[in-house]
Nanobody, 126 residues
Framework: QLQASGGGLVQPGGSLRLSCAAS????????MGWYRQAPGKEREVVSC????????YCPDFVNGRFTISSDRAKRTVYLQMNNLKAEDTAVYYC?????????????????????WGLGTQVTVSS
């Protein structure tokens, strides 16, 4: 189970940090990442992927304004979003692969993951 939190309303140029905690039985090596979906658009990956063995795997196209971090002891990942823009408005989802796949899968953009959280709304507006 994945529980995401931290969404809300923020002004353009502001920052927001999302968090996502994984619960339940997991393989020893798992990976987590963040996606978003705006109305009328396809789901897209917005972060690097963080592996429980300490690896971080980044698609080339990931936005430098968004940074993933993790607390492995808490099985939690965070998404720090800076200099937010109106076009960042979307529902943000954390996702989990357990077990983790080959790092190349995440570097290529990880079209799908094994488990998905419910999502948290982020609205950027003045």
């Amino acid at each position: 189970q994945l529980q995401a939190s931290g969404g809300g309303l923020v002004q353009p140029g502001g920052s927001l940090r999302l968090s996502c905690a994984a619960s339940g039985s997991l393989f020893s090596i798992y990976a987590m990442g963040w996606y978003r979906q705006a109305p009328g658009k396809e789901r897209e990956v917005v972060s690097c992927f963080s592996s429980s063995d300490g690896g971080t795997y980044c698609p080339d196209f990931v936005n430098g304004r968004f940074t993933i971090s993790s607390d492995r002891a808490k099985r939690t990942v965070y998404l720090q979003m800076n200099n937010l823009k109106a076009e960042d408005t979307a529902v943000y989802y954390c996702a989990l692969d357990s077990p983790a796949r080959n790092p190349r899968y995440y570097r290529s953009g990880a079209l799908d993951m094994h488990w998905w959280g419910l999502g948290t709304q982020v609205t950027v507006s003045s």
